[in-house]
Nanobody, 124 residues
């Protein structure tokens, strides 16, 4: 089970740190991805940390502003978001995959387990 938390209402330029805590599975043994979905839009890839290589890939829209980090002792993955923009407003989800390949990182169907989502709202 995955539990995403840390969302909230912030102003443009502010920062937030989202957390994805896992129970029943070890996150370090899985690739962990973050997606977001705004109202009326499709689920959008944000970032992924690969299991095997620790390689992290970010969507162009968040590169330089968002950072994935891991806390293996707490079996948690964080998404640090800085310089938030109104376009970042969405429900953010974390997801895991034990078989993720690079060519499929942005495909939600490549991820097998999903958290319930946490709302991030950025006001202008």
């Amino acid at each position: 089970q995955l539990q995403a938390s840390g969302g909230g209402l912030v102003q443009a330029g502010d920062s937030l740190r989202l957390s994805c805590a896992a129970s029943g599975r070890t996150l370090s043994r899985n690739s962990v991805g973050w997606f977001r979905q705004a109202p009326g839009k499709e689920r959008e890839f944000v970032a992924t940390k690969f299991r095997s290589s620790n390689n992290i890939v970010y969507a162009d829209s968040v590169k330089g502003r968002f950072t994935i980090s891991t806390d293996n002792a707490k079996n948690t993955v964080h998404l640090q978001m800085t310089n938030l923009k109104p376009d970042d407003t969405a429900v953010y989800y974390c997801a895991t995959s034990s078989t993720l390949i690079f060519s499929e990182i942005s495909n939600p169907r490549s991820y097998h387990y999903w958290g319930q989502g946490t709302q991030v709202t950025v006001s202008s």
